[in-house]
């Protein structure tokens, strides 16, 4: 079991910055990757960004350039660093964390964390 705790929503105006946290404990051992998603009212969830445990990094299109993830092993936290924002970045973001078993993947979610881009 993999449990998350996020932190460092809130409001922001346009062109501002926010970083997000998210620290694991229990069987920190077992995650592959860790990464962040976002999901607005009726869509679906989507890959924001992305770290592995070996630290490649992948992002989406919208994101590339203004937001970057990275990780702080000794304190098992990963955290995305959000600038530029806009208004369409307005969503709750999820913490996500991925444990490999032989040929099983389990996602692991923290509680969500709102953002919100407004003047």
């Known amino acids: 079991q993999v449990q998350l705790v996020e932190s460092g929503g809130g409001l922001v105006q346009p062109g501002g910055s926010l970083r997000l946290s998210c620290a694991a404990s229990g069987s920190i051992f077992s995650i592959a990757s860790m990464g962040w998603y976002r999901q607005a009212p009726g869509k679906e969830r989507e890959l924001v960004a992305a770290?592995?445990?070996?630290?490649?990094?992948s992002y989406a299109e919208s994101v590339k350039d203004r937001f970057t993830i990275s990780r702080d092993n000794a304190k098992n936290t990963v955290y995305l660093q959000m600038t530029s924002l806009k208004p369409e970045d307005t969503v709750v973001y999820y913490c996500?964390?991925?444990?490999?078993?032989?040929?099983?993947?389990?996602?692991?979610w923290g509680q969500g964390t709102q953002v919100t881009v407004s003047s």
């Open positions: 996500n964390a991925k444990v490999v078993s032989g040929p099983y993947t389990f996602d692991y």
């Open positions: 770290i592995t445990s070996g630290g490649s990094t």
